[in-house]
Nanobody, 131 residues
Framework: QIRLAESGGGSVQAGKSMKLSCVVSGIIYKDYCVGWFRQAPGKEGEGVANMFTGGGMPVYSDSVKGRFTILQENAQNTFVLQMDSLEPEDTAMYHC????????????????????????WGQGTQVTVSS
């Protein structure tokens, strides 16, 4: 059974950085799509970054492009969302998610994805940015 566990959330002042981690366990697929999306109270959910472990460039939403970086850490099933120059508008619950299957690579490339289409989501970690 695939499980996702996020960590690294908390409170930070605007302009600072924060690193979120997502550990993927129980996965038997060599290549799959990993993404981060966020949900703030009263707002629609928003995909912020996704990447395909089999290669290709990560994709970012316009709202975080140039400030956030998604990467796979140490060739393990740990995925990081490095968030720099944080803004109060980044305050949200952040979830990592995985999509597996034959078309996960093409699905994951070129387009930022929201929560729909992922097979598994983590419980989330809260990020709060104060001005």
């Amino acid at each position: 059974q695939i499980r996702l566990a996020e960590s690294g959330g908390g409170s930070v002042q605007a302009g600072k950085s924060m690193k979120l981690s997502c550990v993927v366990s129980g996965i038997i697929y060599k290549d799959y799509c990993v993404g981060w999306f966020r949900q703030a109270p009263g707002k629609e959910g928003e995909g912020v970054a996704n990447m395909f472990t089999g290669g290709g460039m990560p994709v970012y939403s316009d709202s975080v492009k140039g400030r956030f970086t998604i990467l796979q850490e140490n060739a393990q099933n740990t995925f990081v969302l490095q968030m720099d120059s944080l803004e109060p508008e980044d305050t949200a619950m952040y979830h990592c998610a995985v999509r597996v299957g034959r078309n996960s690579g093409s699905w994951c490339s070129d387009v930022i994805r929201g929560s729909d289409g992922y097979n598994i989501w983590g419980q989330g970690t809260q990020v709060t940015v104060s001005s």
